[in-house]
């Protein structure tokens, strides 16, 4: 038996999770690399969205792979959240073992940054290439953000994706990605995410001072791939990885954006094979309160109160007596 906590539809849920599962999955994130911290209320923090997960009823640990050597078995689902220093290569080996027994990982992987995880990667199917994603088209403008704001309508045949249809996401500062056929790991790697026409990539990034403008033969032009899905078979398991060319679109900042949060969520929910918990979810209710001073409450009581029905009654009682 579980009580409920309240009585929203969380709450609800949460109660119902909990009395029919036999177990709680564990989401580990790698730390070390400089990756988002989960504690972090700022804007750059993941704290929102490990509330999310645990709203859902997962389990968060934090895993170092330097000091554990591997990864550890309890973890469901490994997410490495925007790397700033590369992985040590027994690290990316340990990462690529995990997936070769049948694991689950998330990759979010920001431009400008070198992971040492690009050969786990390319096996499958994956390539990590340096540029920065740049989409000029209209509806990115009207955003406000700048061509290194990226809105995404395109979306992949997912479970991830099921229902963000006609619906937008938002990446800032984020990388292409790039599929490839050269992988040995018999991978099955699709599109999840795909910019606008009117993108492209930078390769190299763009300096400081720069004049932005796409160069034939070396830039990258869209529609551009910002995200993949990819499946393989290892011995009687199904291994699954997503991997995003960022990591910013999950921050505290960005999380509430659109579906940016219900994206990452499906991911997890997805990797963990909990295709149950894919949904859009209810927007959360916040507190809009309104805070004033003595005076202003003087303010408001005298205007909204007295004088504005005074003023609504006198204007009846004279057309009354206009009309009579």
């Not at 700048?146 to 992949?156: I, T």
């Not at 990885?241 to 910013?248: F, K, N, P, Q, T």
Request: charged share 20%.
């Amino acid at each position: 038996s579980e009580r409920a906590q309240g009585a929203t539809e969380q709450d609800i849920t949460n109660a119902i999770l909990k009395v029919t599962r036999d177990t709680l999955k564990t989401i580990c994130f790698t730390e070390g690399h400089g990756e988002k911290d989960l504690a972090g209320t700022d804007g750059q923090g993941y704290a929102t969205i490990d509330k999310r997960l645990k709203n859902e009823n997962y389990t968060i640990k934090s895993v170092s792979l330097v000091k554990d050597g591997q990864v550890p078995a309890e973890c469901s689902v490994l997410i490495v959240a925007g790397p700033k220093q590369p992985f040590f290569p027994p690290e990316a080996a340990g990462v690529g073992k995990y997936l070769d027994a049948g694991g689950k990982a998330m990759f979010l992987l920001d431009p400008e940054t070198e992971t040492g995880l690009d050969d786990v990667l390319k096996t499958w199917n994956v390539e990590v290439t340096d540029n920065l994603a740049l989409d000029f088209s209209v509806v990115s403008q009207l955003f406000g953000g700048g061509p290194g704001y990226l809105l995404v309508s395109n979306y992949g045949q997912s479970p991830i994706t099921r229902g963000l249809t006609g619906q937008r996401t938002i990446f800032p500062m984020a990388r292409a990605l790039k599929i490839s056929s050269g992988g040995t790991g018999g991978a099955n790697t699709t599109s999840l995410l795909t910019t606008s026409e009117q993108s492209f990539a930078k390769t190299g990034g763009v300096k400081s001072g720069q004049e932005v403008q796409f160069e034939e033969g070396k830039d990258i032009k869209g529609p551009l791939t910002l995200g993949v899905t990819g499946t393989k078979n290892v011995g009687g398991k199904e291994a699954r990885l997503v991997a995003i060319g960022d990591s910013d679109f999950a921050v505290n900042g960005f999380a509430r954006f659109q579906l940016n949060y219900d994206l990452f969520l499906n991911s997890v929910g997805w990797l963990a094979q909990e295709e149950d918990l894919i949904s859009i979810r209810a927007k959360t209710a916040t507190n809009r309160s309104v805070m004033m001073s003595e005076s202003q409450q003087r303010t408001f009581f005298w205007g909204c109160v007295l004088i504005l029905p005074l003023l609504v009654l006198g204007a009846g009682a004279y057309i009354w007596w206009k009309r009579r």
